[in-house]
């Protein structure tokens, strides 16, 4: 059993750029397995992407071959209050079809 103010990583998730369709598929179609303080989205891809954390808005735009991080809250609670990406939240993303894996990692705290 993991010991209590633990950082640990959720599963990766990968999606292949050659399923870009134009509109908004699930990176992590079960959604995140814990509540996260930390995702990266990594743009291992010849095409440019868009990301959104709802499905529908467009939120971050990550060009080919680069990667994004958002720190919702550096293992840090200041005044008891904690930032995290709900369990279960779904990443989506978009582009054109293209050739390379884009990948969603994460942190959580126990």
Not at 70 to 79: A, D, G, I
Request: charged share 10%; net charge negative; hydrophobic share 35%.
């Amino acid at each position: 059993m993991a010991v209590k103010n633990t950082v640990l990583p959720i599963s990766l998730s990968s999606f292949n750029s050659a399923s870009l369709s134009g509109t908004y598929q699930a990176i992590n179609s079960g959604g995140l397995e814990q509540p996260c303080f930390f995702l990266r989205i990594v743009n291992d891809s010849n095409v440019d992407i868009t990301v959104s954390f709802d499905g529908t808005n467009d939120n971050e735009f990550i060009p080919a071959g680069q990667q994004f991080e958002l720190n919702s809250q550096s293992n840090n609670r200041p005044s008891n209050h904690v930032a995290n990406f709900g369990k279960g939240t779904t990443i989506w993303i978009k582009g054109n079809s293209g050739t390379g894996l884009i990948y969603l990692s994460g942190y959580y705290q126990i």
